[in-house]
């Protein structure tokens, strides 16, 4: 890891590597990053919007959408990544956190 990369350029770099889509709480973890989620989530929205301006479109940020874990409902229609703390179908509070990764266009 560099310690000149900011917390952006570590998680875009993390995204491109890794072979599945990881949680916001994987990645803290793993970049040992001293955030909260809220502020990763963030993060990823500014990360989605450069990944893809600076590859000229050829790299996106992919998002596997919350899932209730309870019923299978998932959470297709979000306006902006974020954990999601109930089901509207059941109520549950069982849910899958939303993943992420960076991937070349059409290798998704």
Not at 1 to 29: A, G, H, Q, W, Y
Not at 54 to 68: A, F, I, Q, Y
Not at 73 to 92: A, G, I, Q
């Amino acid at each position: 890891m560099n310690d000149f990369e900011t917390s952006r350029e570590k998680i875009i770099r993390l995204l491109r590597e890794t072979t599945r889509p990881l949680t916001v709480r994987e990645i803290i973890s793993i970049l040992q990053l001293n955030t909260t989620p809220r502020e990763v989530y963030e993060d990823l929205l500014h990360i989605a919007k450069s990944v893809f301006s600076k590859s000229n479109g050829e790299e996106v940020l992919l998002m596997e959408p919350p899932r209730c874990r309870k019923c299978g409902y998932v959470f297709k229609d979000l306006r902006r990544p974020r954990e999601v703390s109930r089901c509207p179908r059941c109520k549950s509070e069982w849910i899958e956190p939303p993943r992420f990764m960076i991937s070349k266009r059409g290798n998704h």
